[in-house]
């Protein structure tokens, strides 16, 4: 399937102007540069939602505004549904629905409607579908029974739901949200979840590239996903592979009853907690091997019953962490592309 | 051609719908131009006796010397006030870099936001032209507008809109480049008001002073506006300013762009378009 979104060696170095005090004391000094995006390469599948993790100052907003044109790379190139970010610009933006997490980015005076008319013709949406347009997206959106209140009265919610309609005007088919759901609470950030997921990802096949510090929310809504740090992207892949990358051992706790010792050789018995008629044990096996079903033969070979059977994950965060603190290494190519 | 004015009409609407959303102050600062024209309207006939009218300007009293050059110099803070303006209106707001992400040029973001300026502009002036001729009627006198000037004043405004619009866009481009202390906006403003003739002839200034004033758009904007309006002069007689003028605008106008795209560019370099 062909990429919405590719980025190649994509390398932002921002340099940092000198405070008057410099100047004085070194007025020939060289100025800081700060690496932003240290040759990032990325591709972002068509269809797929992308999850662009990482702490502050990563580089994720440098990312996505270099795809959205407000910041011009040191080097390398992006290209989103074709056009390169840089040389066609207006064609690339054409393609792309931008999502701030920012209230203010609206005109608090006028009403919703008004605010995505305004848009829309910024957006060249034919004026004589541009109603309709407005519509049909405030109706998507569920927005349009405050449609002509000003934006100042909306709630949190719904303004980042305008938001949404907004980036969707000109039909884009790649939708960059930053931090859609930060300054909602648990039940507007589901209510957002779920228009993104089954709406305009799986409804209308959106790609999406969603930059976010939420964890469970990546996870619950990406495909796949990049966690970056320093400049750099440190993994790369779906959550499960990403996993398999920090943890080639799998971990389960199944209890059994009655207790019994197993000692095969495929597992290994991390710790054993007894209980009433029985024990729960915690495992740990090669990825991929024949651990699990060696033990249950084993345990049902013992006359024992199983009582129950949970594969133990790397939480995430942990996975997180780890990735975070990594040396300056490239991430590991291909393999979890 | 639809597309750019479809776009330029978004612009109007949306500042004609955030600007009547403050009734009072929309209303109110059309009186101040009333309270302006009636404060000069009053000095004038106090310095009336002492006023020689300037040559090119037979019988022309000072009431309608300061009118006209009021007026038209709505025109030159118009150009240099809001394009910066704008620019750091929507930088603070937020709404900058919502609308730079849209499929439009950054060009058109920027210059599309001053149409409602422009048009308003346009609108005081006739409310300044307007009630100045009603306030002097009002008390026996005349402003004594000739219509036969009117196609060379029209000549003279279309070149001397462009020619303060190459300042404004120079000025929007030190605005995108230093966010604050825009030079352009300060140098033009006081040097404009002081030496363009906006409130006295500029022949009553030294000889060196007068040179320095003719490097002013204002300058050949005001004296031709006023022969035109004032003495019915036609377009032959003010050629000497439209020319002025249109060397402005082609120097202005360009520079001003070129200007502008750089800082652009710059902006995008530094990554500090939508800071302030």
Redesign the interface.
Known sequence: MADAIEVEHLT?V??KKRSLSQIIRRPFGASERVTALAGIDLQVREGEIFGLLGPNGAGKT?LL?IL?????PTQGGARVAGHDVLHAG??A??S?G?V?S?E???????SGR?NL???G????VP?RRLRQRCQELMDQVEVSAFADRPFMDYSSGMKQRLAVA?ALL?DPRVLVMDEPTRSLDPSAARHLRTLVRDVLNRRQGKTVLLATHNLDEAESLCNRIAIMSRARVRRLGTVAEIRALESPKERYRVEVAPAFTPHGQAYRVLETVPGPGGAALTLEFDRGGEGLTRFLSDALGASCRIIACERLQLPLQEVFDRAVAMEDEPARPGSLR | MN?LL??L??FF??DF??EV??RTSFLLQFFGSFLFVTTWFFIARWVAKSFDAPPDLPGVTYFAFVLVGFAFYQYLQATLTSFSAKIRREQL???L?????????ASL?ILGSTVWDFLMTTFRVAVILGSGTLLAWGFGERVGMRASGIPAFLLLLVLTVTAFSGVGILSAAFTIWLKRGDPVNYLITAASAALGGVFFRVEVMPVWLQRVSNLLPITHALRGIRRALLAGAGIGEVARDLAALALFAAILVPGGLIAFALAL?RA????S??QY
């Open positions: 932002k921002y340099v440098t505004k959205t044109g407000l910041v011009v207006v064609a933006r054409g792309i931008f701030t920012e203010r980015s609206f005109y608090w005076r006028l008004e008319h305004f848009f013709r910024l957006s060249n004026g907004r000109h | 597309r479809s776009k009409w978004a609407y949306r719908l955030d959303s403050y707001t937020g709404t870099e919502a609308m730079l992400v849209t499929p439009t040029r973001v560019r995008r370099v530094e990554g378009l939508v």
